[in-house]
C-alpha cells in the first residue's frame, strides 16, 4: 500500500516561510498517471487545494495562493515539498498531501495530515 507522511515544524513565525516535507512510501511519485497534492484545512473551514506536482514533475499551483507558494520534488528521496512564504495567522492549518489519480480531484491516498500554526 502507498503512505505518505507529512513533516516539518509545528509552529511558523508570521512573515516566515512554511516548509513542509511529505514522505512518500509504497508506491514512486514519478508512476503514471498520479498526482501529487497539498491541500490544507483552516480551522472550521473546508478543505483547500493548494496545488500539485505531475508524475512528469510538472507543477500546478491554486491561483489564490501561487505568488507565495513553491513546490520541489526530490525523486532520489521519493519526496515532494511545499515553500508558503510570507505567512500570516490565517495559514494556519491542519496540512495534508495526498495523491491524485489522474488529476481527476480523487484522492486514493492521504497523509495523516500536521497541524502548522501561525503566531509570534
Known amino acids: 500500500q502507498v503512505q505518505l507522511q507529512e513533516s516539518g515544524p509545528g509552529l511558523v513565525k508570521p512573515s516566515q516561510t512554511l516548509a513542509l516535507t511529505c514522505t512518500v512510501s509504497g508506491g514512486s511519485i514519478t508512476t503514471n498517471y498520479y498526482y501529487w497534492s497539498w491541500i490544507r484545512q483552516p480551522p472550521g473551514k473546508g478543505l483547500e487545494w493548494m496545488g500539485a506536482?505531475?508524475?512528469?514533475?510538472?507543477?500546478y499551483y491554486s491561483p489564490s495562493l501561487k505568488s507565495r507558494t513553491s513546490f520541489s520534488r526530490d525523486t532520489s528521496k521519493n519526496q515532494f515539498t511545499l515553500q508558503l512564504s510570507s505567512v500570516t495567522p490565517e495559514d494556519t492549518a491542519v496540512y495534508y498531501c495526498?495523491?491524485?489519480?489522474?488529476?481527476?480531484?480523487?484522492?486514493?491516498?492521504w497523509g495523516q495530515g500536521t497541524q502548522v500554526t501561525v503566531s509570534s
Open positions: 495526498a495523491r491524485d489519480v489522474a488529476g481527476s480531484g480523487d484522492y486514493d491516498y
Open positions: 506536482i505531475r508524475f512528469s514533475g510538472n507543477i
